[in-house]
């Protein structure tokens, strides 16, 4: 416990750090200067006035390189950064002696409530994949791409958003790996020295003596020590279900399907999506 109190208290001061910020705010800088020389001036046409040949930048397209911009990347690299704690945070909690039970339910060794961890950043994906969508929504309305041919970028996305926020629980990969190689080797000690008790006293009919073994409550009939290695052996080394990833998949998704609506009939839209889900 005090190393684990240990591991809190330093993911706290790093997250409570002024240095992070002022080099999130260096990077933002460096994205304004550089994007005042190799920004594309169909970003701000909607926020030109003036007549034509004398045309400015208005207050709008002001707005949006040096005010509204760079609050969205610095929120975005917040977050970049609050995924990086969390890494940090688990593998700090991975090296620790962890009380990984093997036989736990959770098909987890104890670790499947960290399940649910990654849904708690599907907000943060739905804000990235709105922007997504925004500019590649401009890129179809206004410059005539086909949608079909942004579906890799897409795909990528989506692909990008859900390993950025499983990540973090990954770092228990390495504990819970070692502890069901360890547990199929003690748990299949005692299944072997219980069956062959078993076998010596009611196949061979020879006297075993008082075996502990077969006479403990807690392991029963072989069925139920049986039970015990499948349990061990179906255990999973990442402590991450089947529907953890789903939260982001949906989050992500959604504002995509809206830019693929502009030129593919939304029945048409959805009856494939249902074929890709069954």
Known sequence: MPRFRETIGRIIRLRDASLPWVAILAIILAGITIADVVHHAHEIDWAVDGLPGAQRTGFGGWWFLYVGRPIYLTLLLGWVWRIVLAFLLFRGIARLDLAIVPTHPDRAGGLGFVAGFPAAFALVAFAASAVLAGMLAHDVVYHGVAVKALRIEMAIFVVLVVLAFLLPVLALTGPLSRARRRALLDYGALVSRHDRL??????????????????????????????????????????????????????????????LAIQIPVGTLLQNLLKMLL
């Open 198 to 259: 078993v076998h010596l006293k009611w196949i061979e009919g020879r006297d075993v003596g008082e075996a502990s073994v077969l006479a403990a409550p807690e392991l029963g009939p072989v069925a139920d020590v049986a039970t015990l290695y499948e349990a061990v052996r179906n255990m999973r080394t990442v402590p991450l279900a089947p529907t953890s990833a789903v939260p982001l998949v949906l989050a992500a998704m959604i504002p995509l399907l809206v830019v």
